[in-house]
């Protein structure tokens, strides 16, 4: 406003200056416009003047407004000072009426002592002056006798010159008795003022000794009743603590929470019994108080118990705690297992649902699951044709060395049909890749028959199988009279390793659907549940074995994923709920083997017919005759000695590695007659010598078992797999 003031003034100003200039005026204009001229300016100033004075005094009135602001502020600080000083004058006032009555008292008392103590020095002032008046009166009867004496001596010592020395003999004689009569009663005098001084000492040392034990003991007593004091406040502390946590509990009871756990009234009922003491155990680890409200066995054994909670307590998050904690909740009740926590429907509860032992019995398990018997029962009545699918470390090796050993008690059929007539004499070979570098099968438990312990020979028996085929389509008598059995620990990581591996997978699924007549039989192993994951596989191929299927966890796999297609929808769930029953009474066996090769293991044979469920039998089931194998190998090599190796090309492996190619090369160059030829156990010539399977070098030793040592390898060689050149 005053710029719009000041701008217009020396607008109007530039106008009456111009008018007066061009002549543009009258001259009485003129007069009035020069008179105007004055006054603008001094407008201008007076307008500057009260906006001046107005910007300080609106400056003035901002200070006093932030002045009182600040006023405002600190006396709202000082009227909350104000109240907590209110509140803790009044505290004072309370803790000073207190110390008031305990002054009053000690005033009181300290009065007492006081007066006691004025009237014993009031006496002991009125003895000291009787004290004191009596030894001015011994100095004086001193000084008086003395001069009196001295004065009558003189006095008769006069007479007794002046009279007769008889007379004044007789008078001295006298006066000298009566001056001792004096003296001993002076003299008594002076022990009764003794004997009264003592008196008067003992009595003072009395008094002051009184007085001191009466100073002490109202110290004490100022003391105990200090000590009293602390303790009593102690005592109303606690018990206003105690009072307070009595309030609270009352407080969390009215709103309907629990401050405790409440038990069952139950003497010998188990199920009450454990009841409480799941209440018990949730109190002492969770500290979460619950009711318990009832608790009841079914005839399946099946114990359920239902427990009240606070309404504080959200019952989704109590079930979430106990469920997480059910493991070790069961462990510490001493129950086998608590099968489920829930809420109940109808009603405020959880519903504890446990078992105290597993939910089978034996006589029930055996209707679930067929023994280890029954299972080697099962083997020796069936073509050789398994296949085993397992996770590693869960039983694979162990199972297939069980049934090796049962195979060779009890021989191939012919034509490997699981019946008809037995083939006399079985031999076994066995490849299981990287076996001499595992860790965990240092003692591997078909040493006897491996063959191929690497992955380079391993590929090289699916060649080895081809060629014993066609040997056996050639000498119809060796098939008759010697059954083959052929072990592929790890197939499908085998076969994943050749060079071609779809192509070998496919032929050798051919080879394998026409083996078998010849008297040949396998045993695979792998961890692929779908045969189509093996390269060269296809799902239906799957009827080239009887698939084995190992540990509850597999076998869930295996019927969730291929079951259900293959299976009709009764046996899975069959299975299913089979291994429901199972799974916690093989847990419990198993909790009390310390020796974990006999821990039970459940496996599932795929059956043409029906599933079945059977616990496997452990490596106590395996026995081996050395001798018997030593023969065998004997009779094989005489056999193929008298009638030659088949030496027929091979399909697998078209661009196989250069070992496998100079391999066949040595075989094919062995055909000729007039050459020695290697020979794998058995009883050699006498010009061979026994050389190690792994590394060529020459044994030595002779053990009683037959076994022979290989110093390079630092191994010793069973007899079945030294090899004679």
């Not at 200039?21 to 300016?41: H, Q, Y």
């Not at 709202?76 to 803790?95: F, H, M, P």
């Not at 695979?524 to 074995?545: E, N, Y």
């Amino acid at each position: 406003m005053r710029k719009q003031i000041i701008i217009g003034g020396l607008t109007g100003f530039s106008l009456t200056i111009l008018a007066l200039t061009t002549g543009l005026l009258k001259p009485t204009i003129k007069l009035v416009a020069l008179s105007s001229l004055g006054v603008i300016p001094i407008s201008i100033i007076v307008s500057e003047n009260i906006h001046r004075k107005a910007n300080q005094k609106v400056l003035s009135l901002e200070k006093a407004l932030g002045d009182a602001r600040a006023s405002r502020e600190q006396l709202e600080n000082v009227q909350d000072d104000n109240g907590r000083l209110s509140i803790g004058i009044a505290e004072l006032k309370t803790e000073l009426s207190r110390v008031q009555n305990s002054l009053s008292t000690v005033k009181t008392e300290n009065c007492n002592l006081k007066e006691s103590l004025q009237f014993t020095q009031a006496q002991l002032a009125v003895s000291s002056s009787q004290q004191a008046k009596l030894s001015e009166q011994v100095i004086e009867y001193e000084e008086s006798y003395s001069n009196e004496l001295e004065s009558e001596v003189q006095q008769k010592v006069q007479e007794y010159i002046t009279q007769d020395r008889e007379a004044l003999k007789s008078k001295y004689r006298a006066l000298l008795e009566e001056g001792e009569v004096i003296y001993a009663e002076a003299m008594s005098i002076s022990e009764k003022y003794k004997a009264w001084a003592g008196e008067v000492a003992k009595r003072h040392q009395d008094r002051k000794a009184y007085m001191m034990g009466l100073t002490g003991e109202f110290n004490r007593r100022i003391g105990e009743a200090q000590s009293a004091w602390e303790v009593e406040r102690s005592h109303l502390i606690t018990q206003v603590e105690a009072l307070n946590e009595k309030v609270a509990r009352l407080q969390q009871q009215l709103a309907g929470d629990l401050v405790e756990p409440e038990l069952l009234s139950c003497k010998f009922a188990i199920p009450g019994q454990i009841a409480n003491e799941l209440a018990k155990l949730i109190w002492k680890g969770f500290s979460i108080p619950l009711a318990a409200k009832g608790a009841q066995q079914r005839s399946s054994g099946l114990i359920e118990i239902g427990y009240s909670y606070s309404h504080s307590q959200p019952p989704s998050e109590l079930v979430a705690i106990l469920n997480r904690n059910s493991d070790s909740l069961a462990s510490e009740l001493g129950v086998h297992k608590i099968t489920s926590i829930r809420e109940h429907d109808l009603s405020p509860l959880i519903v504890v649902g446990l078992r105290r032992e597993p939910e089978v019995n034996k006589d029930t398990v055996k209707l679930l699951a067929g023994s280890p018997e029954e299972f080697i029962k099962y083997l020796k009545s069936n073509p050789w044709r398994y296949r085993l699918i397992a996770k590693p470390g869960t039983g694979k090796t162990p199972t297939t060395a069980v049934m090796v050993s049962q195979f060779l008690k009890s021989g191939m059929t012919l034509g490997n049909t699981g019946k008809g007539r037995k083939i006399p004499h079985s031999h076994v070979v066995v490849s299981c890749p990287d076996v001499m570098s595992s860790q965990k099968d240092t003692d591997y438990p078909l040493q006897p028959f491996l063959k191929y312990g690497d992955t380079t020979a391993a590929n090289k028996s699916f060649q080895d199988v081809e060629k014993e085929w066609k040997y056996r389509k050639q000498n119809t008598q060796y098939a008759q009279d010697i059954s083959y059995l052929m072990v592929w620990d790890e197939l499908d990581n085998t076969i994943k390793n050749s060079s071609n591996p779809k192509a070998t997978g496919e032929y050798l699924v051919e080879l394998l659907r026409q083996a078998h007549h010849t008297g040949m039989g396998w045993i695979a192993s792998g961890q692929s549940v779908m045969t189509s994951l093996i390269p060269g596989f296809k799902d239906d191929d799957r009827d080239l074995f009887t698939e084995i299927v190992i540990g509850t966890g597999k076998i869930r796999m295996y019927l969730e994923k291929y079951g259900k297609k293959i299976l009709p929808d009764y046996s899975v769930k069959n299975l299913e709920s089979s291994l429901a029953l199972l799974e916690p009474y093989i847990e419990a066996q198993n909790n009390r083997i310390v020796d974990t090769a006999r821990e039970l293991r459940l496996a599932l044979v795929l059956d043409a017919k029906s599933p079945k469920l059977f616990f496997l039998p452990n490596l106590d089931n395996v026995e081996f005759d050395y001798e018997t194998i030593s023969n065998v190998s004997t009779k094989i090599a005489d056999y193929k000695g008298q009638n030659g190796s088949a030496r027929s090309g091979s399909h697998f492996d078209p661009q196989a590695s250069s070992i496998a190619e100079i391999t066949i090369q040595q075989d094919l160059d062995s055909s000729q007659p007039q050459k020695a030829k290697s020979t794998i156990g058995g009883v050699a010539a006498s010009r061979l010598k026994p050389t190690c399977p792994h590394c060529g070098s020459t044994l030595t030793g002779n053990r009683a078992d037959g076994k022979m040592n290989c110093k390079p390898c630092k191994k010793r060689i069973y007899p079945s797999k030294i090899v004679f050149k």
